[in-house]
């Protein structure tokens, strides 16, 4: 039996009246475990569960594998995701019809990066995705989980809401995935019910203001805010809102839905200034899932920006080795290729100024497709270009098999049954790549990066 606090069960009987019981019978159960498929690495892992309805990627699984022992995981096939949060693919799908042009797209508090992976699903190549992560500690899975999803136009940094306060009128969508309370990761995470408390409710939605406060500035007129928290009191949800009209003058979108999915909107407030305010909450009585709370605003198209942005000078490859470094990459006449940090990197042409405006104000962790770094006139290849669904076709690969797989991602020694030439490898778990190795007469060198190794035995 969960022990809940007795103020939240207060709060939860007055938010819900007579579906309260039905609620704290739903604690009970076992967390739902779901994933998202990659639409850009085609598999047929999971085509035959349960999809969830908000998310034509998404699938409820009817138990939970290990996922560190699948290769399909490890080289993108698939998120593990909560399926509630996966609604942002429905409400985003709405969003973007609406715009005509190439977008930019900032995630302001993206670790672990389940809605970074799922925004970039529905992003077109010449739509720009910036992922940030608050703190520095989790921005390196950030980066392994938008590596894994292999998409070439993302930018990842590491700042503080304020540092976008700059760049202004530079987003048309930002996502504020707010730090909260975590009321509905109860069933989930047992800690979270340990931290509850009013005053830790108090102390959320007033950060949860000053983040919107701090970014509200880079979001162009007309531009949406989607804003979530994955938690049930009004304080941080429906009070934060309103409190975005009326500070601000933000319009709340309306969002279409689904009335089968059994999914909450609380629209109708009377007592408020503005008698409209749709958003969406999912219950885990009601669907097959945790806690979510999410609504749409947009910034009002008469606000007048004037704003030049400084530029970082970029230094851009030497002419010598384009031949070599553009025969590792599909389509490479659409991208420049720069040098950062003594690596090589692929940048959409597209996004060739955003890149050189963002690194004059961000701290920018990594952008575009890390291809790897020149040793000798040849390229020595990332993992990343490893995962990138611009990686050449061309590239020499070998298909291996489960065990063999299992044994490159622990780097045990990996023997090979066929004969092969020496040279760099890619090598492919049903048609998906794992990883370099380079094959040598007598060995085979793993290159896969030792932090992404499983540790565990499988």
Not at 120 to 128: I, Q, R
């Amino acid at each position: 039996m969960i022990k809940l606090p007795q103020k939240f069960e207060e709060k939860i009987r007055d938010l819900l009246g007579a579906d309260a019981e039905s609620f704290f019978l739903a604690l009970e159960n076992n967390p739902i475990t779901s994933i998202r498929k990659n639409p850009f690495k085609k598999s047929i892992a999971f085509d035959d569960e349960e999809k969830v309805a908000w998310c034509e990627d998404g699938r409820y699984l009817a138990q939970r594998p290990s996922f560190i022992a699948d290769p399909l995981f490890h080289a993108g096939a698939y998120y593990v995701q909560e399926s509630s949060s996966m609604f942002l693919h429905h409400v985003l799908k709405q969003i973007l019809s609406q715009e005509n042009r190439a977008v930019k797209v900032l995630d302001l508090c993206a670790a672990p990066g389940g809605k970074s992976t799922l925004i970039n699903s529905l992003l077109s190549e010449n739509d720009l995705l910036v992922s940030n992560e608050i703190i520095r500690s989790r921005v390196d899975v950030l980066d392994e989980n938008l590596m894994r999803w292999g998409q070439p136009n993302v930018f990842i940094s590491n700042n503080d809401p304020k540092d976008f306060t700059s760049l202004k009128a530079f987003f048309d969508i930002i996502l504020v995935d707010a730090p909260c309370s975590g009321e509905g990761m109860f069933r989930k995470d047992k800690k979270a019910i340990d931290e509850w408390s009013e005053s830790n409710v108090v102390l959320c939605a007033a950060r949860q203001q000053r983040i919107v406060d701090d970014i509200l500035p880079a979001l162009k007129p007309g531009g949406f805010l989607i804003y979530s928290t994955c938690t049930f009191n009004q304080l941080e949800n429906e009070e934060n809102v309103k409190w975005m009209m009326n500070e601000y003058g933000l319009l709340n979108v309306k969002i279409d839905i689904n009335s089968n999915h059994q999914i909450s909107e609380s629209s109708n407030q009377p007592s408020s200034p503005h008698p409209f305010i749709s958003s969406f909450r999912f219950y885990p009585h009601k669907v097959k899932g945790e806690g979510l709370f999410i609504s749409v605003l947009q910034k009002p198209t008469d606000i007048i920006v004037t704003q030049k942005y400084r530029e970082q000078k970029l230094t851009f490859v030497q002419r010598k080795n384009l031949d070599e470094i553009k025969s590792w990459i599909t389509n490479a006449d659409e991208f420049e290729f720069i040098e950062w940090n003594k690596n090589i990197h692929a940048i959409n042409k597209n996004h060739i100024k955003d890149l050189a405006v963002l690194a004059k104000y961000l701290h920018l962790k990594n952008a575009g497709v890390l291809m790897g770094e020149m040793m000798n006139d040849k390229l020595l290849p990332a993992h990343q270009l490893a995962m990138s669904n611009k990686l050449s076709k061309s590239v020499m690969s070998i298909e291996v098999t489960k065990e063999q797989a299992i044994k490159y991602l622990r780097k045990d020694t990996l023997i090979l049954t066929e004969k092969h030439e020496q040279g760099i490898y890619l090598l492919t778990y049903q048609g998906l790549g794992i990883g370099w190795v380079k094959v040598l007469q007598n060995r085979i060198n793993n290159y896969l990066p030792t932090h992404l190794r499983i540790l565990k035995e499988v």
